[in-house]
């Protein structure tokens, strides 16, 4: 069974600094893209990063500049370093991750369980 656990969420105020984290574990053959999502109460679940095994990086509009996404395929553990943090960074992230398990089969996409980051003004 495959599992990606986040950690690092917590509560901030506007202008400091969090580091989340998501590790894949399981028996695994690769993973291939990862990335983070959000999502604010009332609000869709939002890409705010991803980055391919290779490490090429996509970022939202909202949050270039201030975060910065990075992975140790060593560990398949992908960070998210978030600088600069304001009150509409407020929500719960979410790990994904794009793996095959199986040699004969294509990947599929998994999901952490979230992690809340809330930002107070």
């Known amino acids: 069974q495959v599992q990606l656990v986040e950690a690092g969420g917590g509560l901030v105020q506007a202008g400091e600094s969090l580091r989340l984290s998501c590790a894949v574990s399981g028996s695994i053959i690769s993973v291939n893209a990862m990335g983070w999502y959000r999502q604010a109460p009332g609000n869709q679940r939002e890409l705010v990063a991803s980055?391919?095994?290779?490490?090429?990086?996509n970022y939202a509009d909202s949050v270039k500049g201030r975060f910065t996404i990075s992975r140790d395929n060593a560990k398949n553990t992908v960070y998210l370093q978030m600088n600069s943090l304001k009150p509409e960074d407020t929500g719960v992230y979410y790990c994904?991750?794009?793996?095959?398990?199986?040699?004969?089969?294509?990947?599929?996409?998994?999901w952490g369980q979230g992690t809340q980051v809330t930002v107070s003004s």
């Open positions: 980055i391919t095994s290779g490490g090429s990086t």
């Open positions: 994904n991750a794009n793996i095959r398990r199986r040699v004969f089969s294509g990947p599929s996409e998994y």
